[in-house]
């Protein structure tokens, strides 16, 4: 069964510095792996997607996550922190058309608060 | 090109009523999968249609139903409410045949039951 784990429900930084937020998965086939950020009162905007072709992952807003097979992890991670980064974060994994299962299972998600 | 849209924003209710929440999918989008947000939790699957069939569906009760019409657009039915079915009921739409299944959200729903 699939299912993800994001340690830390709550992460902050200082305005400049790096972020790290982080996803371990679990999954019986080769996952498909995705970061959402959500803002207050908002639906989940898609920051970046693994699909099995480059590990390193670079997304929209200046993220980038890296697919670990080994350590089954997926982290998030952007080389400086910005106040508009303020937000709830959710990793996600699907096993896509491989076993047909199309749903995504969510982790708890992460807050980051970001200090000026 | 118009995204996901979702219609009532906010929802109260009460105790036993049913509610009905609508989803219109992004232009080009086949499948629409529903999913409950509760208060500091990860949105939870509910279920998916596709072909204007349920085609799969996640740990939740026949309270909860849905509909997808012709043009791809989808309704989530609930009924006899719980207090515990106050959350933020999320649309995500998808074209099924793209191998990486890739979804897209609506704003939301935020249903409330008092």
């Known amino acids: 069964a699939q299912s993800v784990t994001q340690l830390g429900s709550h992460v902050s930084v200082s305005e400049g510095a790096l972020v790290l937020l982080r996803c371990n998965y679990s999954?019986?086939?080769?996952?498909?792996l995705f970061w959402y950020v959500q803002y207050p009162n908002q639906g989940l905007q898609l920051l970046l997607k693994y699909t099995s072709a480059a590990t390193l992952v670079k997304g929209i807003n200046g993220f980038e996550a890296e697919f670990k097979k080994s350590e089954t992890s997926f982290h998030l991670t952007k080389p400086s922190a910005h106040m508009s980064d303020a937000a709830e974060y959710f990793c996600a994994v699907s096993e896509g058309r491989t076993s047909g299962t199309y749903k995504y299972i969510f982790g708890t998600g992460t807050r980051l608060k970001v200090l000026a | 090109d118009a995204g996901v849209t979702q219609s009532p924003t906010h929802l109260i209710k009460t105790r036993g009523q049913q509610v009905t929440l609508r989803c219109s999918p992004k232009?080009?989008?086949?499948?629409v999968s529903w999913y409950q947000q509760a208060l500091g939790q990860g949105p939870q699957f509910i279920f998916q249609y596709y072909e204007e069939e349920e085609r799969q569906r996640g740990n939740f009760p026949d309270r909860f139903s849905g509909h997808q019409f012709p043009n791809y657009s989808s309704e989530l039915n609930v009924n006899a409410l719980l207090l515990g079915d106050s959350a933020l009921y999320l649309c995500a739409s998808s074209y099924r045949d793209r191998e990486t299944y890739e979804q897209y959200f609506g704003p939301g729903t935020r249903l409330t039951v008092t």
């Open positions: 232009s080009g989008h086949d499948t």
């Open positions: 999954s019986s086939v080769p996952p498909y």
